[in-house]
């Protein structure tokens, strides 16, 4: 062994870390994620998921007699059981998916009650961290909805403890045997469905430009590819302000004309708009007539629910970077009403436009959930 006596063993031990090896030493830099395909990206996020949630057992009853010298009966002294522990969906603004959401919950189950009239501890709770704008469903109607962080809703209960021999003790009956076993928890099976609670959505037909825009607004990174149908997923981008105010923008999969009737993708992406404040209408600059996209898709929106058209929103008019666009373009402002913003995410064209006035549907938003007593949903 190099060790001599005299010599402190600390000295001889390994550095934790070198300083004179300058590779070693280096700044090791963090690597950067790989770029995730839409398919792959489909396991990460879940809207919909079936639960079967089962609340804690409650504990037996107790069964004892009290025994000590020079008091040989004491009487019944059994204590009652605990109460079972019950199943608790909880929103929390961290969770973005129901992918983390298991399929089976249990509440933990009571103690049993002990001698000398001690009574058994109640289950521990189990809570289940659930997206802000849950729907929980049973056989079709809604039960709970979940729109505010911290907001709780009691999915199953536990049972209730059972009775010690204690509690039956009377005048009758001096020395009860009898005592109870806590009852089975409440089982049921519920169906959770996540409908994407965003300020803004940008709805279009696909290949309209909807996921690079919102990659050119945020930090979001959707799938961008050149055949349709690339988005099978909805993403959530936040736009950040100076003044440290975010708002959340919704790229929604792309509708097609009879979507309502499920059609495409159907109505599974429909849901999604019900929750956005306003409305992004993105519309190709490039195709014929683009104002009967337009059309189209407020038509389809009305058919799901009425009145989901009338909400405050803008025209985005995309691709304006193309020779055709520029043509189309006055033409898009004679037919259409709405306020018309060209704009070219690939560019980045005209980008701030659009952003000044997503701020000012932001803040009259804001003003109008003040002005109702309600509290705007915040990022």
Same mark, same amino acid.
């Given at each position: 062994?190099?060790?001599?006596?005299?010599?402190?063993?600390?000295?001889?031990?390994? %550095?934790?870390?070198? *300083?004179?090896?300058?590779?070693?030493?280096?700044?090791?830099?963090?690597?950067?994620?790989?770029?995730?395909?839409?398919?792959?990206?489909?396991?990460?996020?879940?809207?919909?998921?079936?639960?079967?949630?089962?609340?804690?057992?409650?504990?037996?009853?107790?069964?004892?007699?009290?025994?000590?010298?020079?008091?040989?009966?004491?009487?019944?002294?059994?204590?009652?059981?605990?109460?079972?522990?019950?199943?608790?969906?909880?929103?929390?603004?961290?969770?973005?998916?129901?992918?983390?959401?298991?399929?089976?919950?249990?509440?933990?189950?009571?103690?049993?009650?002990?001698?000398?009239?001690?009574?058994?501890?109640?289950?521990?709770?189990?809570?289940?961290?659930?997206?802000?704008?849950?729907?929980?469903?049973?056989?079709?109607?809604?039960?709970?909805?979940?729109?505010?962080?911290?907001?709780?809703? =009691?999915?199953?209960?536990?049972?209730?403890?059972?009775?010690?021999?204690?509690?039956?003790?009377?005048? !009758?009956?001096?020395?009860?045997?009898?005592?109870?076993?806590?009852? %089975?928890?409440?089982?049921?099976?519920?169906?959770?469905?996540?409908?994407?609670?965003?300020?803004?959505?940008?709805?279009?037909?696909?290949?309209?430009?909807?996921?690079?825009?919102?990659?050119? =607004?945020?930090?979001?990174?959707?799938?961008?590819?050149?055949?349709?149908?690339? *988005?099978?997923?909805?993403?959530?981008? =936040?736009?950040?302000?100076?003044?440290?105010?975010?708002?959340?923008?919704?790229?929604?999969?792309?509708?097609?004309?009879?979507?309502?009737?499920?059609?495409?993708?159907?109505?599974?992406?429909?849901?999604?708009?019900?929750?956005?404040?306003?409305?992004?209408?993105?519309?190709?600059?490039?195709?014929?007539? %683009?104002?009967?996209?337009?059309?189209?898709?407020?038509?389809?929106?009305?058919?799901?629910?009425?009145?989901?058209?009338?909400?405050?929103?803008?025209?985005?008019?995309?691709?304006?970077?193309?020779?055709?666009?520029? =043509?189309?373009?006055?033409?898009?402002?004679?037919?259409?009403? !709405?306020?018309?913003?060209?704009?070219?995410?690939? *560019?980045?064209?005209?980008? !701030?436009?659009?952003?000044?006035?997503?701020?000012?549907?932001?803040? *009259?938003?804001?003003?109008? !959930?003040?002005?109702?007593?309600?509290?705007?949903?915040?990022?």
């Amino acid at each position: 062994s190099p060790w001599k006596p005299g010599l402190p063993l600390l000295l001889l031990s390994p %550095p934790a870390f070198s *300083t004179t090896c300058a590779r070693c030493a280096k700044d090791r830099r963090l690597r950067q994620k790989r770029a995730i395909s839409e398919r792959q990206l489909t396991r990460y996020f879940v809207d919909q998921r079936r639960v079967r949630v089962v609340g804690g057992q409650g504990g037996g009853g107790g069964h004892s007699f009290h025994s000590e010298p020079r008091k040989a009966f004491g009487g019944p002294d059994g204590g009652n059981g605990g109460d079972g522990g019950h199943v608790i969906f909880k929103a929390d603004q961290q969770m973005k998916s129901l992918s983390s959401v298991f399929p089976f919950y249990q509440g933990f189950h009571g103690e049993r009650g002990g001698s000398k009239n001690c009574y058994g501890a109640n289950g521990a709770h189990m809570y289940v961290k659930v997206p802000v704008g849950t729907l929980v469903k049973e056989d079709g109607k809604v039960v709970a909805d979940l729109t505010q962080h911290g907001e709780e809703y =009691i999915a199953a209960y536990g049972g209730a403890g059972g009775k010690g021999n204690r509690f039956f003790l009377s005048n !009758e009956n001096r020395a009860p045997k009898l005592f109870t076993l806590g009852e %089975p928890g409440q089982e049921r099976v519920l169906h959770l469905e996540l409908k994407t609670t965003a300020h803004a959505g940008l709805v279009g037909f696909p290949n309209a430009g909807k996921s690079s825009l919102l990659r050119a =607004i945020s930090r979001a990174k959707p799938a961008v590819a050149a055949y349709p149908f690339t *988005t099978l997923n909805p993403h959530v981008g =936040i736009v950040h302000y100076q003044d440290y105010e975010q708002v959340a923008v919704a790229d929604i999969p792309g509708l097609i004309k009879g979507a309502h009737q499920n059609r495409g993708l159907g109505t599974a992406f429909l849901k999604h708009i019900e929750r956005c404040r306003f409305l992004l209408y993105v519309v190709d600059l490039s195709v014929p007539q %683009p104002w009967i996209q337009l059309q189209d898709l407020k038509y389809e929106l009305e058919a799901y629910a009425k009145g989901l058209s009338e909400r405050p929103g803008v025209v985005i008019g995309n691709k304006v970077d193309l020779a055709q666009s520029r =043509i189309n373009l006055p033409l898009l402002r004679e037919q259409v009403a !709405e306020r018309v913003i060209a704009l070219s995410a690939l *560019t980045g064209d005209n980008l !701030e436009e659009l952003l000044l006035h997503l701020r000012e549907l932001y803040d *009259t938003y804001v003003k109008t !959930e003040q002005s109702r007593g309600q509290s705007p949903v915040k990022w």
